[in-house]
């Protein structure tokens, strides 16, 4: 099953198949009105045995999970953007938290579609860092279509004001994005879970306040400048 969520009315349907649910209201006015926004928590991925296939990074054997922090700080973007007029799809809930693929590689070329099919103005993908070095940390923003590359530059330099003592590990164009999606697309990395003291910011919700602003403030930057 892949589940949508556009505001309080969830949809849920056989992966390959989208079906119709009455939308949200949206607001008449705001920066974001008349905008469709797909949030991507990531990972959290099971196959058709019930088996977890894309379980995401752990912060360490008792720490955090990178799919329960990036649903976290999904769900505190929502609010924010539908308080500035948008429509917002999320491919994962707090009330259903996983997805279901036979495989990995499926899951996210099904995600891709998905945006495409809805025909959303945006799609953010929400992620945090795994790294062998344990002095490695910050955070990372990422698109690959040249159409996206505002998007990602909005995005960062909202994270960048919200984060100051972070690193900004700059922006950077990857594949690994989204090769098919057709419309701005942008994978952030959080932070990095494998930095202890990073690790712990981002299991605090005060932390993820903040990370979600950020976020939520860079996407509305973007149509503010790309509607002048």
């Known amino acids: 099953m892949a589940l949508f969520v556009m505001g309080a009315a969830a949809l849920a349907a056989p992966t390959g198949l989208v079906t119709t649910a009455p939308p949200p209201r949206i607001l008449?006015?705001?920066?974001?009105?008349?905008?469709?926004?797909?949030?991507?928590?990531?990972?959290?991925?099971?196959?058709?045995?019930?088996?977890?296939?894309?379980?995401?990074?752990?912060?360490?054997r008792h720490g955090a999970w990178e799919r329960d922090v990036a649903l976290s700080v999904s769900e505190k973007i929502v609010p924010i953007l539908e308080a500035?007029?948008?429509?917002?799809?999320?491919?994962?809930?707090?009330?259903?938290p996983w997805r279901y693929s036979r495989r990995k590689q499926?899951?996210?070329?099904?995600?891709?579609?998905?945006?495409?099919?809805?025909?959303?103005?945006?799609?953010?993908?929400?992620?945090?860092d795994w790294n062998r070095s344990r002095q490695f940390?910050?955070?990372?923003?990422?698109?690959?279509?040249?159409?996206?590359?505002?998007?990602?530059?909005?995005?960062?330099?909202?994270?960048?004001?919200?984060?100051?003592?972070h690193r900004d590990n700059g922006l950077h164009r990857r594949s690994f994005v989204s090769v098919t999606a057709r419309m701005p697309a942008v994978l952030v990395e959080l932070g990095v879970l494998s930095y202890r003291p990073?690790?712990?910011?981002?299991?605090?919700?005060?932390?993820?306040?903040?990370l979600a602003q950020a976020v939520a403030t860079g996407i509305t930057a973007y149509f503010r400048q790309a509607e002048k």
Request: net charge positive; with cysteine; hydrophobic share 40%.
């Open 28 to 60: 008449s006015s705001g920066a974001l009105a008349g905008k469709v926004i797909l949030i991507d928590p990531g990972h959290a991925v099971l196959n058709e045995q019930g088996w977890i296939i894309n379980p995401g990074a752990r912060a360490a």
């Open 84 to 96: 500035q007029g948008a429509k917002v799809i999320k491919t994962r809930t707090s009330d259903n």
């Open 106 to 128: 499926a899951d996210n070329r099904a995600r891709a579609i998905i945006a495409n099919v809805l025909r959303v103005h945006a799609y953010v993908r929400i992620h945090c």
């Open 137 to 165: 940390k910050g955070f990372t923003t990422f698109y690959y279509r040249w159409g996206s590359r505002e998007l990602a530059k909005c995005i960062r330099e909202a994270m960048v004001e919200a984060l100051p003592g």
């Open 198 to 210: 990073e690790a712990k910011d981002l299991a605090s919700d005060a932390f993820q306040n903040t």
